[in-house]
């Protein structure tokens, strides 16, 4: 076990959330569920926390109550190899959410997602500002990430 891992609050989603996750991404299973007791404060016999795992990675979904809100200010960054992945992720996260610009969109729990293709880091990590800012430009006009005109942004004279 990792000494740092996500802890997202939900009100009453955790589970619906968690199996929601678990079917996109391989390498991904629900590994524990704790559930109320009568010493808890919520109904007896209902989810309390998640326990799972993404690609590998562990996370814990809470059914905290309606106290605190998921917002864009923590995201998970789903770095893709090809448009083929950016296609499917985006195309599965965002599906009865909300989308936005430069790659990012909320699913429909309200946790946020960067939808990132591999290629968009290396261009922007480039030594020469002019392309650097042709690829930003070009990416503040997109909500799903294009990885074909951020090359032509990045190509262009």
């Known amino acids: 076990m990792p000494k740092i891992s996500p802890f997202l609050w939900f009100d009453t989603q955790a589970e619906e959330a968690a199996n929601f996750y678990v079917s996109i991404f391989p390498n991904s299973k629900i590994t524990r569920v704790v559930r109320h007791t009568e010493h808890t404060p919520g109904p007896a016999g209902s989810v309390l926390v998640v326990d799972f795992e993404l690609e590998g990675e562990p996370v814990t979904a809470l059914n905290g109550g309606p ?3 998921l917002s864009e200010a923590f995201s998970f960054v789903v770095h893709c190899k090809d448009q083929a992945e950016v296609d499917h992720y985006w195309d599965k ?39 650097v800012d042709r690829v930003m430009a070009a990416m503040m006009q997109m909500t799903k990430l294009d990885i074909a005109r951020l090359r032509e942004a990045y190509a262009a004279a």
């Open 67 to 69: 106290h605190h809100q």
């Open 93 to 131: 996260l965002s599906e009865g959410g909300q989308t936005s610009v430069c790659g990012w969109t909320k699913d429909r729990f309200g946790l946020s997602w960067q939808v990132t293709p591999d290629a968009l880091l290396e261009m922007i990590t480039d030594p020469d500002p002019a392309k």
